[in-house]
C-alpha cells in the first residue's frame, strides 16, 4: 500500500466520508451517550476497537469462507468482539459500563462496522483494512468526543466530568469548570441538545467544505459582454 492511498484512507475517514458527520451512521448511541465528554470518549474507543478488531479479522480469513456466508460471518465476528469487550468493561470499567448501559452491546447493529467489513476489509489485505478501521473508528470517536464535550459545557458547565469512571480514581479531580455560574442550559445534555448539537456540525463541516468553493466563484472574473454585431 503507497503512502498516497494510506492518506486518501485517513481523509476518508476523518472527513471526507466521516461516519458521524458524513454518512450519519451510527446516530442512536451516537446521540443518546453523548451528553459529557468522558461518555462520548469511553464509547468512542469501545467502537474503534471493534472495528480494528473486526476489519482485521474478516481481511485475514476473507479466503476461507463462500461468498454466500459472508454476511452471517462478518456478523458473528462483531458480535463476538463487541460481547468480550462489553464484559471487559463490565470488570474493569464497571462504572462506565453502567453509564453506557445497553449501548455498548448496541455497537453490534452500528452501520459502520457491517459496512467497513462488506465494503472494504472483505476485499483488502489485513495492512489496508487496520488503517481503514483506525481511520473510521477515530473520525467516529471524535464526532462522539467534540459532541460530548460541547453539550457538557453547554448543559452543564463542566468538562472531563466523571474522568474517574474511564481513568481511575486520580482523575476524580479533572473536573474543569467552564461557566462562571453554577448550572447550564438543561436542554444541552437532553435528547434535543444531541440533535441540535449534531446539526450545527454537520452545517460547520458543510461550511468549512464549500468555503474554498465560494472564494473561487467570489474572485473568477466576471465575463466580458458580447460585442453587438451589425445586422
Known amino acids: 500500500?503507497?503512502?498516497?492511498?494510506?492518506?486518501?484512507?485517513?481523509?476518508?475517514?476523518?472527513?471526507?466520508?466521516?461516519?458521524?458527520?458524513?454518512?450519519?451512521?451510527?446516530?442512536?448511541?451516537?446521540l443518546a451517550v453523548s451528553n459529557t465528554a468522558v461518555n462520548g470518549l469511553g464509547l468512542g474507543l469501545a467502537t474503534l476497537?471493534?472495528?480494528?478488531?473486526?476489519?482485521?479479522l474478516v481481511s485475514l480469513l476473507r479466503s476461507a469462507w463462500r461468498p454466500e456466508i459472508r454476511i452471517p460471518a462478518f456478523v458473528l465476528i462483531i458480535a463476538s468482539t463487541v460481547t468480550a469487550i462489553d464484559l471487559a468493561m463490565q470488570a474493569w470499567l464497571h462504572e462506565l459500563s453502567r453509564t453506557l448501559g445497553i449501548f455498548v452491546p448496541l455497537i453490534v447493529t452500528n452501520c459502520t462496522i457491517l459496512a467497513r467489513a462488506e465494503a472494504f476489509a472483505s476485499k483488502q489485505p489485513a495492512g489496508a483494512a487496520l488503517h481503514d478501521a483506525l481511520a473510521q473508528g477515530t473520525g467516529f470517536a471524535a464526532?462522539?468526543?467534540?459532541?460530548?464535550?460541547?453539550?457538557?459545557?453547554?448543559?452543564?458547565?463542566?468538562?472531563?466530568?466523571?474522568?474517574?469512571?474511564?481513568?481511575g480514581e486520580a482523575a476524580a479531580s479533572w473536573t474543569i469548570p467552564m461557566l462562571p455560574f453554577d448550572s447550564g442550559l438543561l436542554l444541552a445534555v437532553l435528547?434535543?441538545?444531541?440533535?441540535i448539537?449534531?446539526?450545527?456540525?454537520?452545517?460547520?463541516?458543510?461550511?468549512?467544505?464549500?468555503?474554498?468553493?465560494r472564494a473561487g466563484v467570489a474572485s473568477s472574473p466576471a465575463p466580458m459582454p458580447s460585442t453587438p454585431t451589425a445586422s
Do not use: H
Open 143 to 167: 464526532v462522539l468526543i467534540v459532541l460530548g464535550a460541547g453539550r457538557e459545557i453547554v448543559g452543564q458547565g463542566t468538562l472531563l466530568a466523571g474522568a474517574d469512571m474511564l481513568f
Open 191 to 195: 435528547p434535543p441538545g444531541a440533535f
Open 197 to 213: 448539537g449534531l446539526g450545527l456540525l454537520v452545517a460547520l463541516r458543510q461550511y468549512l467544505v464549500s468555503r474554498p468553493q
Open 49 to 56: 476497537l471493534v472495528l480494528v478488531v473486526s476489519n482485521g
Open 1 to 30: 500500500m503507497t503512502k498516497t492511498e494510506t492518506n486518501r484512507i485517513w481523509r476518508d475517514g476523518l472527513w471526507d466520508n466521516n461516519p458521524g458527520l458524513v454518512q450519519l451512521l451510527g446516530l442512536c448511541p451516537l
